[in-house]
């Protein structure tokens, strides 16, 4: 008798749908564009008054780490070797200084006023230089701790300037990439960030590498 052979499966649309079901994810997948470290270079000064240079320099928080991973402060005219779990309290400190007088007077601003410190939120420059041979994990932490620092000002301004809207300037960040989140919410929130964004601008520049 016979063998009976296996039906065949008629495999020929598989491609088809393999094809459609793409498009269609490709369609209704959320992809959130407003995410990334902004940067920003500090301001071109052309006036060569050393009043002028005085008070760019104050307002420059000088990061850098050499080839062995040491991490070095230079501010108000001074080099110090400071560790890594005082850096976010000291840029805190720096970019919530309000030292500055007159128009340069910072009116949110809650620290020490130092005259020799940052003037406001807009004219504080946090910039960083690494040399070629430091880590890289030491080139990140360096960087998610300048980034803590923005956002825990960022977080008390979003409460104060949103106190109802239960959250802060984190977590609303985070409702807003949630794909789940919807349209009319995301607006909302997209408009409260860039406000914030506006009254404390991350002004953090990255100097070029430098190998000793």
Do not use: H, W
């Amino acid at each position: 008798m016979a063998r009976r052979s296996a039906p065949e499966v008629n495999a020929g649309s598989m491609a088809d749908i393999a094809f459609l079901l793409l498009i269609f994810f490709l369609v209704t997948t959320d992809i959130a564009v407003d995410s990334g470290l902004s940067r920003k270079l500090p301001p071109i000064d052309d006036n060569p008054e050393q009043e002028q240079v005085v008070k760019k320099e104050k307002n420059i928080f000088a990061l850098n780490v050499n080839s062995k991973n040491a991490l070095f402060l230079k501010s108000g005219g001074e080099e110090k070797r400071i560790e890594l779990n005082e850096l976010r309290e000291l840029a805190v400190n720096f970019i919530d200084n309000g030292g500055g007088k007159g128009d340069d007077a910072c009116r949110r601003c809650q620290g020490a006023k130092n005259p020799k410190s940052s003037d406001n939120f807009q004219t504080a420059v946090i910039s960083l230089a690494n040399d070629r041979l430091a880590e890289y994990k030491t080139y990140i932490a360096v960087q998610n701790e300048i980034i803590a620092a923005y956002n825990q000002i960022r977080n008390r301004e979003f409460r104060r300037e949103y106190p109802k809207s239960g959250m802060n300037f984190v977590e609303a960040t985070e409702k807003y990439q949630d794909p789940q989140t919807k349209k009319a919410e995301k607006a909302d929130l997209k408009e409260k960030l860039e406000t914030i964004k506006l009254l404390v601008p991350q002004f953090f520049s990255e100097a070029e590498t430098k190998n000793k």
